[in-house]
């Protein structure tokens, strides 16, 4: 259906476009009798105001920025910038963000859900009164984080990662699947036959675990019946002993880690030599030149597409808890480092 226009909701008013356009901003040059007639005909169309449109059309003539201009960036961590580096070891979706946002001709302002005073209340209260109607979600705290108290119904909403649980908005994500399927039919193509997949942090679990333990299985499942298939090694906690362990059970060949410390730092306790002796992989390569050979991703690529996503549905007035929830998923590259190096020769 083609959308309803400005014009279409003046023609019916039988008034001019620019009159049609006063009346539903409530201008006081406009009589109630014409503003009413004028929101009768929109009301039958199921026309809408664009105010995002409107508030860059009155910056653009008068060169005046204005508050719904500002993108709200929500955190949630103990501390009120525990989300960034150093602090954090996660990823930094904000720079890639505000980087875009800028470039769209928006600013990205921080708010923090743990202020001091701050409730659901108040922090809808404190958007609306600002006029702001972007809200982007970052990186949370824990792996099963609700905002559910929360009124989102006057807000465009996107989440970045995947640590918000409830309720579900539109998404930007890493695709974890894709990341530990890619890690093992890399593994397996260069000749390794016991491969390996081991977590070891309370946060790799819930949603992330599931989908790096799918990637994994389903390459497994691929493998000649001859070969191993070592099972997971999934443990809330960093445990060295429960590591070695597994490791002394299972002699994997190659590793495919969450992370490659500690275990690499574990393997060299152990006088276990990387790549030397055993592979490892890091899902986790956040930094391509610290020499881990895994899986990176660009992670100002997330907060950049999160920002564009948000302003498409800024534009379009789609507000609340979607009814059918998207998701993008941002892939990452295969990075060649130094820790996995060449299978074992077998004997026959």
């Known amino acids: 259906m083609k959308p309803v226009t400005l014009g279409d909701v003046a023609r019916v008013a039988e008034v001019h476009k620019a009159t049609a356009a006063r009346a539903l901003n409530h201008d006081p040059r406009i009589s109630p009798a014409t503003r009413l007639k004028v929101e009768e005909a929109a009301k039958i169309l199921g026309y809408r105001v664009n105010h995002l449109l409107a508030a860059w059309m009155s910056t653009r003539r008068n060169k005046v920025p204005v508050a719904n201009a500002v ?4 955190t949630g961590n103990p501390t009120r910038y525990g989300w960034r580096p150093p602090t954090s070891d996660l990823p930094d979706f904000h720079p890639g963000a505000c980087t875009r946002a ?10 923090w859900l743990r202020e001091k005073g701050m409730t ?7 958007l609306r009164a600002r006029n702001i109607q972007g809200v982007l979600i970052g990186r949370l705290p824990g792996p099963y984080t609700m905002l559910l108290e929360y009124d989102w119904s006057n807000f465009s909403v996107v989440a970045l990662g995947i640590s918000l649980a409830a309720p579900i908005f539109h998404r930007v994500r890493e695709n974890h699947f894709y990341t530990a399927s890619l890690a093992a039919a890399q593994c397996f193509q260069r000749g390794f036959r016991r491969i390996g997949l081991a977590f070891d942090r ?9 989908m790096w333990v799918g990637g994994f299985l389903s390459e497994q499942v691929k493998w000649p019946k001859n070969v191993y298939r070592l099972p997971p090694l999934l443990s809330h906690a960093a445990n060295r002993a429960e590591f070695m362990v597994w490791f002394k059970r299972h002699k994997p060949d190659v590793i495919i880690a969450s992370q490659a410390n500690p275990l690499g730092d574990w393997l060299a306790a152990e006088k ?4 030397e002796e055993v592979g490892l992989v890091d899902l986790r390569c956040y930094d391509p030149h610290a020499g881990n050979t895994g899986v990176h991703y660009d992670f100002s690529q997330t907060g950049a597409v999160g920002v564009e996503t948000l302003i498409g549905l800024m534009h379009r007035q789609e507000r609340g808890v979607p009814a059918r929830p998207h998701e993008i998923l941002i892939q990452g590259e295969w990075i060649e480092g130094r820790t996995l190096g060449s299978p074992p020769v077998r004997r026959r």
Do not use: K, L
Request: no cysteine; charged share 25%.
């Open 71 to 74: 993108i709200a960036y929500v």
């Open 102 to 111: 800028q470039a769209a001709g928006f600013t990205v302002e921080d708010f």
């Open 120 to 126: 659901p209340e108040r922090f809808t209260g404190i």
């Open 272 to 275: 276990i030599r990387v790549p």
């Open 202 to 210: 309370a946060d790799d679990f819930g949603r992330m675990n599931d």
